[in-house]
T-cell receptor, first 112, second 113 residues
Framework: DAGVIQSPRHEVTEMGQEVTLRCKPISGHNSLFWYRQTMMRGLELLIY????????DSGMPEDRFSAKMPNASFSTLKIQPSEPRDSAVYFC??????????FGPGTRLTVT | AQSVSQHNHHVILSEAASLELGCNYSYGGTVNLFWYVQYPGQHLQLLLK??????LVKGIKGFEAEFIKSKFSFNLRKPSVQWSDTAEYFC???????????FGAGTRLTVKP
């Protein structure tokens, strides 16, 4: 099993640019989660999907952030426009009918 | 507000020292509890979890944690740390029958050789 796949692993962009982070969950999993990790706040849940439907997006910081899950094997997290304070590591995780979440390797985003 | 608290941001120990990392939560209902570890440059890995039964949980790599319901705590322990335990440790909580997992801010452990 390849595990949860995230791309890119590292992203450096300038303030104001659009950033798209991608996630491929483990095949067969029906829940997908996006997290953001920073030194100040630790690990925060941004949004999660169940059966491709967004269930709770209360953790999304503001309207510049959006997430989609067009099918069971792919999800994106988009930031438009990006700001320096968005710099963080973004994790995607997936699970199936249980509480154990399998985390991807993360995408390290730097906005200059 | 409901939260998960890890009181130590950074802990520095020498090899063979004993470790205890604190974790407290403020949820009032039944909870499931987890400790995750993130080694430098790697993604999160599950160390151990508590769902029910014996409140003293044994995990991988010699780690254990004790659930004390009256104190709303789930502290992580290891009798003798190794240099390879240098990592960041996250405590996490899920409310029973709730799909929302909440993490603490993490504790960075540095073990000096």
């Amino acid at each position: 099993d390849a595990g949860v796949i995230q791309s890119p692993r590292h992203e450096v962009t300038e303030m104001g640019q659009e950033v798209t982070l991608r996630c491929k969950p483990i095949s067969g999993h029906n829940s997908l989660f996006w997290y953001r990790q920073t030194m100040m706040r630790g690990l925060e849940l941004l949004i999660y999907f169940n059966n491709n439907v967004p269930i709770d997006d209360s953790g999304m910081p503001e309207d510049r952030f959006s997430a989609k899950m067009p099918n069971a094997s792919f999800s994106t997290l988009k930031i438009q426009p990006s700001e320096p304070r968005d710099s963080a590591v973004y994790f995607c995780a997936s699970s199936y009918e249980s509480r154990r979440r399998y985390f991807g390797p993360g995408t390290r985003l730097t906005v200059t | 507000a409901q939260s998960v608290s890890q009181h130590n941001h950074h802990v520095i120990l020498s090899e063979a020292a004993s470790l205890e990392l604190g974790c407290n939560y403020s949820y009032g209902g039944t909870v499931n509890l987890f400790w995750y570890v993130q080694y430098p440059g790697q993604h999160l890995q599950l160390l151990l979890k508590y769902f029910s039964g014996d409140p003293l949980v044994k995990g991988i790599k010699g780690f254990e944690a004790e659930f004390i319901k009256s104190k709303f705590s789930f502290n992580l322990r290891k009798p003798s740390v190794q240099w390879s335990d240098t990592a960041e440790y996250f405590c996490a909580v899920i409310l029973y029958n709730n799909n929302d997992m909440r993490f603490g801010a993490g504790t960075r452990l540095t073990v000096k050789p």
